[in-house]
């Protein structure tokens, strides 16, 4: 059979978040290129809304990226796998058999869940990880309907939101974290403890400081095996224990990849090749704070990079580089929600800043009496020496979504205290605190006090 030959300008494998805005981004400024974006599944979940398949949207059909938004930015789709990559020649090949040359090359390969090796039971029936693949989240709700006791590992975002979604649905469900409280890495433990308050009393139940040892059952699971003992019976277990960077196309073909097992880019989202670009989980990270190596694997980076790496296909600028991820985390339990950026307080002790603390507890519209109000706490996590915003943790109602974005953007760029507490805030009684105690202001005025 003769070998299929295609041709494009840009080439995109993947086609998740990163993948569609490296595409889309990348015709935008390079409208005169031709970009093809192949991907091995027929159609892409929002990685943020997997979650809440479990539970609140019902059907996995609702949560679907459309490819329309590829169509509509005249980027080509091609579904397929790509089994290898020559970067000498610019080309790669698809396991139909299909050769396809290319200019630039943007990696937007993703990650995949971590399952332990250690772990033993992991392949009984009814155990189930949380891939961003359709068919395999349909496969495992349709087996969850008739299962009653579930065990989530891992206390993280997704473990929590999923324990959360299956709750709704009646189940009896209890939620297994080896660290002192779920959500620890992301919030200090004064706002985790908050959260795990908040899942309990909605009826998930939590063990933490406690670690899986094993997972039990013949061909299926039957029970949860603690460190400490103790037996959790358990019609299915999901792991949710993170997830590493799926790398091994970049292995094969020669890209570099650094020791935590991402592949190696500088600001403009480059490989060592500069015609080869990686972006979202896939990609290498260093913290906007530390400089140091990065693990974190966020949909809101990912795309971030994806449009840093679009800009400068093929013209660099000094002004659109990525300078770090920040880290910018939100999520929601019920109706109150929770947000991070930057540095907690924990870990910008634990790296060695001097740092001065401010919180303050307000609320998300004015006046209180508005039917709504919702709680609203604010904390600051500032350098004391130079009084510049190192990070900030919130609690409160949808709003605080926006609030932690406002915050990240303080710390990008590098605003002190008193940028803050100059700021000219926009209020409105549906939509904000007050003008006279708008939660931000108030909590840099606490920092202050301090300095």
């Avoid at 998740?16 to 400024?29: D, H, L, P």
């Avoid at 990685?47 to 679907?64: A, H, Q, R, T, W």
């Avoid at 209890?174 to 309990?200: C, G, M, R, S, Y």
Wanted: glycine share 10%; with cysteine.
């Amino acid at each position: 059979m003769a070998k299929t030959m295609e041709k494009t300008d840009v080439l995109v494998i993947g086609g998740s978040a990163a993948g569609i805005v490296a595409a889309t981004t990348g015709k935008a400024n390079y409208p005169d290129k031709d970009f093809l974006l192949i991907r091995k599944e027929k159609q892409v979940l929002v990685p943020c809304g997997i979650p809440y398949i479990f539970g609140s949207l019902e059907s996995s059909d609702k949560n679907v990226i459309p490819d329309g938004v590829l169509s509509k930015a005249c980027v080509n789709l091609k579904i397929g796998e790509v089994v290898s990559v020559n970067p000498e020649n610019k080309t790669c090949k698809t396991n139909d058999g299909t050769e396809i040359s290319f200019e630039k090359l943007v990696l937007a390969i993703g990650s995949i869940p971590t399952t332990p090796k250690w772990l033993k039971g992991t392949t009984l029936k009814n155990v189930f990880t949380i891939p961003k693949n359709k068919e395999y989240i349909d496969n495992a709700i349709n087996k969850l309907k008739d299962c009653k006791k579930i065990v989530t590992v891992g206390g993280g975002f997704i473990g929590v939101e999923i324990s959360d979604e299956l709750n709704k649905k009646n189940k009896d469900v209890t939620l297994a974290e080896i660290l002192p409280h779920i959500l620890t890495l992301a919030f200090d433990k004064e706002l985790a403890v908050k959260a795990e308050e908040i899942l309990q009393s909605r009826g998930v139940k939590i063990k933490t400081g406690q670690g899986v040892k094993e997972i039990l059952g013949n061909e299926e699971v039957t029970a949860v095996l603690l460190n400490n003992g103790e037996k959790i019976e358990a019609d299915a277990v999901i792991l949710s224990m993170g997830y590493r960077p799926n790398t091994t196309l970049a292995e094969k073909s020669g890209i570099k990849i650094n020791e935590k097992g991402f592949v190696r880019v500088d600001e403009y989202m480059r490989t060592e090749d500069a015609d080869i670009f990686a972006v979202g989980d896939c990609a290498e990270k260093k913290d906007f704070i530390t400089r140091k190596p990065s693990g974190a694997m966020l949909a809101s980076t990912a795309c971030a990079e994806a449009r840093i790496a679009g800009m400068n296909l093929y013209k660099l600028s000094t002004l659109k580089t990525l300078s770090g991820t920040i880290a910018i985390f939100s999520t929601a339990i019920g109706e109150t929600g929770f947000g991070a950026a930057g540095l907690i307080e924990s870990a910008a002790k634990r790296e060695g800043f001097d740092v001065v603390t401010g919180s303050f507890e307000g609320i998300d519209k004015h006046p209180g009496t508005l039917s709504g109000t919702h709680k609203q706490i604010v904390k600051l996590i500032v350098a004391k020496e130079s009084a510049v915003v190192l990070g900030g943790e919130v609690v409160g109602g949808a709003s605080i979504g926006e609030l932690t974005n406002l915050i990240g953007l303080v710390i990008q760029n590098r605003m002190t205290i008193n940028s803050i507490l100059t700021a000219q805030i926009g209020t409105h009684p549906l939509l904000t605190g007050p003008p006279t105690a708008y939660p931000l202001i108030k909590a840099a005025e606490a920092v202050a006090k301090n300095i």
